[in-house]
Every structure is written in structure tokens, then in C-alpha cells.
């Protein structure tokens, strides 16, 4: 558990009492035939190699993410949602730091999301991210295609050796 300075909200595990809320932000974030059901949204955060994390600010969910590790070196991006009153205030952001850190942690080196082509929102947030490119996948979503992003997981900078 760990409160992210930039974005003051709180990043923690899941709880079963999250299903709920978790539940209503997919469908507030997502049209209804790209949103999670609840029984796929309970069979991720059951599944040991699924990754969950919730954003909390003043005890309420702002936002969530779900990863999972997809093969020994790769990791997946399954959702990331953030709450149209909190956006742009870098949770999405710790959101994703945080997975990345987890992914890492299982021994992953690249992670992998798609993301629709017209979200033009999500697009720019994960180019800040450094995700880039790699290819594009037609009707991957019910109305639209979809553009699959990697980004290679190296260690983040560590600090700066100091001077003799
Ligand atoms: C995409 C999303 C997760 C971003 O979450 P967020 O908490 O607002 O992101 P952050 O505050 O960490 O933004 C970091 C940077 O991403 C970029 N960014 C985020 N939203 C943006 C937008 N609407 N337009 C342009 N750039 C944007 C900006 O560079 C931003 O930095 P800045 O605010 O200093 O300019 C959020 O908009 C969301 O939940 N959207 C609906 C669900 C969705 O599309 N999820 C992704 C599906 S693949």
C-alpha cells in the first residue's frame, strides 16, 4: 500500500468489497459491449496471475487496474480506469507505475495493452508513457479497431553514482 505523491491518492491491493464499485466505474469508463461483466471482473481479481490495484482518495475508489502476466517475460494490460472527476490529476499515471513495478517483480520485460483507435485520450496517456506501436488490430472491439502498444519494462533509473 502506498500513497503516490504526484497524484495523492492512495494506491492499494484489492478487496472484496470493491467488486461493487469496481464494477460501476468499468461501466462509467467503457460503452456496455466493451465493459467487463462482473463475473469477468471476479474471475480476475480470484486468479493468482492477474494483478488488481485500486486508487482510494478520501475513502472512496477513484480508479483500478487490472494486469496480469500472459507468458514467462510478457505482461498485460487488461484495464485501467480512472473516474471522469479525477482524471488528469496523474492517478492513472501511479496506477500504472505501480503495475508496472508488479510486472517486473514477476520477472517480466515488456508489457503489452491494446487500446482503441479513436481514444484519443488513452492513446496520448500511454505515448507518455513511452508504450509505442506495434501493430493494428481490426474489429478487435465491437465498433472500432484497436492498436496493440509494448513497452519494454527496463529497471527504472536508479540514483545518480556519487561523485569522488
Ligand atoms: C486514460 C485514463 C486512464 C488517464 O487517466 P488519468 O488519471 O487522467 O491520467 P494522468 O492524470 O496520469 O495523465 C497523465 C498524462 O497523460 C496524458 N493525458 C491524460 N488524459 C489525457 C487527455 N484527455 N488528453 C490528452 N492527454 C491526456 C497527459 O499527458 C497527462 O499529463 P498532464 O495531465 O500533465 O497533461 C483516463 O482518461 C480514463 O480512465 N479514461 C477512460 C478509460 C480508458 O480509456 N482507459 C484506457 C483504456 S485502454
Known amino acids: 500500500m502506498a500513497r503516490d505523491e504526484s ?30 461483466s462482473r463475473s469477468e471482473l471476479k474471475f480476475f481479481v480470484s486468479h493468482q496471475d492477474f494483478i488488481t490495484r485500486v486508487a482510494e482518495s478520501d475513502g472512496g475508489m477513484v480508479g483500478f487496474a487490472v494486469g496480469r502476466l500472459v507468458a514467462p517475460a510478457s505482461a498485460h494490460v487488461l484495464t485501467l480506469d480512472v473516474a471522469p472527476a479525477a482524471r488528469r490529476s496523474g492517478i492513472g499515471t501511479a496506477l500504472m507505475e505501480v503495475l508496472h513495478a508488479e510486472f517486473r517483480r514477476m520477472g517480466a520485460e515488456a508489457s503489452f495493452l491494446e487500446v482503441d483507435v479513436a481514444n484519443d485520450a488513452a492513446r496520448r496517456f500511454y505515448e507518455g508513457l513511452e508504450y509505442r506501436y506495434l501493430e493494428l488490430l481490426p474489429d478487435y472491439y465491437p465498433r472500432s479497431d484497436a492498436f496493440r502498444m509494448m513497452r519494454p519494462l527496463s529497471a527504472p533509473p536508479g540514483p545518480a553514482e556519487p561523485q569522488a
Open 7 to 36: 497524484s495523492a491518492a492512495l494506491i492499494r491491493e484489492y478487496r472484496p468489497s470493491d467488486m461493487a464499485p469496481m464494477h460501476a466505474l468499468d461501466a462509467v469508463c467503457f460503452p456496455p459491449d466493451v465493459a467487463f
